[in-house]
C-alpha cells in the first residue's frame, strides 16, 4: 500500500544547529513530494516541493529537501535552526499513479529549537 | 488576493445539532478537499471534488456529507455532531497549472460538547 512515514513526532535541535526532519513513501512510481510547515494554531504553508526536475529542491526559510529516489526519501534540512523554526512539519505526497488520489499527510514532526 | 477562504473560523456546537462549514476558493482550480486534523495524527481526507457536480469519500467520511454546485464552493455538512467530530477542519484546493500545489484555507477549530 502507498504510504508516507516521518520518522519521529518531535525532534530537538539548539539554536544554530542542523535541522533534519525525515521522511520517507512507499511507491513504485516517483511521486509528487512537498513539505509543510504549520505554526501553533495557523493553517498550513508551503515550504517546498518536488514535482520533476532537480533533486534537490530548495524553499522559503532556509530550508531545502533531497528527493532519493533509490531510498525512497524526502527529507527536509535546514544547516542553522532559529527560535523561529519551532513548528510542526508535515511530509505529503501526491501518488500519480492513483488516479485522482489526493494529498496524503505523513502523522507530522514537531520541531523544538531550545536556546 | 483571497485564495481559499474558511468560515467559520471557530465554532461550539451541542451534541445532536448541524452546521456547515463553507469554503470558497477563487483560483478557478477543479480539485477541492476537506481535511481534519486531530493531535498526532496528521490530517485525514474527509472528502474530496475533482470539479462542480463530482465528489467522492476520503478516509473518513462518516457523519459528513458534501456538495460541489460550483467550482468555487465546496461546503462540508456535520449533521447530529458528535464529540468524535471536534478537530480543526482544513479546506484546500489543488491546481495543476502550478505544480499540483495544494493550497490551504485557514482552518475551522471546531468543538462539540
Known amino acids: 500500500a502507498q504510504s508516507v512515514t516521518q520518522l519521529g513526532s518531535h525532534v530537538s535541535v539548539s539554536e544554530g544547529a542542523l535541522v533534519l526532519l525525515r521522511c520517507n513513501y512507499s511507491?513504485?512510481?516517483?511521486?509528487?513530494l512537498f513539505w509543510y510547515v504549520q505554526y501553533p494554531n495557523q493553517g498550513l504553508q508551503l515550504l517546498l516541493k518536488?514535482?520533476?526536475?532537480?533533486?534537490l529542491v530548495k524553499g522559503i526559510n532556509g530550508f531545502e529537501a533531497e528527493f532519493k529516489k533509490s531510498e525512497t526519501s524526502f527529507h527536509l534540512t535546514k544547516p542553522s535552526a532559529h527560535m523561529s523554526d519551532a513548528a510542526e512539519y508535515f511530509c505529503?505526497?501526491?501518488?500519480?499513479?492513483?488516479?485522482?488520489?489526493?494529498?496524503?499527510f505523513g502523522k507530522g514532526t514537531r520541531l523544538s529549537v531550545i536556546a | 488576493n483571497a485564495g481559499v477562504t474558511q468560515t467559520p473560523k471557530f465554532r461550539i456546537l451541542k451534541i445532536g445539532q448541524s452546521m456547515t462549514l463553507q469554503c470558497t476558493q477563487d483560483?478557478?482550480?477543479?480539485?477541492m478537499y476537506w481535511y481534519r486534523q486531530d493531535p498526532g495524527m496528521g490530517l485525514k481526507l474527509i472528502y474530496y471534488?475533482?470539479?462542480?457536480?463530482?465528489?467522492d469519500k476520503g478516509e473518513v467520511p462518516n457523519g459528513y456529507n458534501v456538495s460541489r454546485s460550483t467550482t468555487e464552493d465546496f461546503p462540508l455538512r456535520l449533521e447530529l455532531a458528535a464529540p468524535s467530530q471536534t478537530s480543526v477542519y482544513f479546506c484546500?484546493?489543488?491546481?495543476?497549472?502550478?505544480?499540483?500545489?495544494?493550497?490551504f484555507g485557514e482552518g475551522s477549530w471546531l468543538t462539540v460538547v
Open positions: 511507491s513504485s512510481v516517483p511521486p509528487y
Open positions: 484546500a484546493t489543488r491546481g495543476r497549472s502550478d505544480g499540483n500545489t495544494i493550497y
Open positions: 471534488s475533482v470539479g462542480a457536480g463530482i465528489t
Open positions: 505529503a505526497v501526491i501518488f500519480r499513479n492513483s488516479g485522482n488520489t489526493p494529498l496524503v
Open positions: 483560483m478557478n482550480h477543479n480539485y
Open positions: 518536488y514535482t520533476t526536475g532537480a533533486t
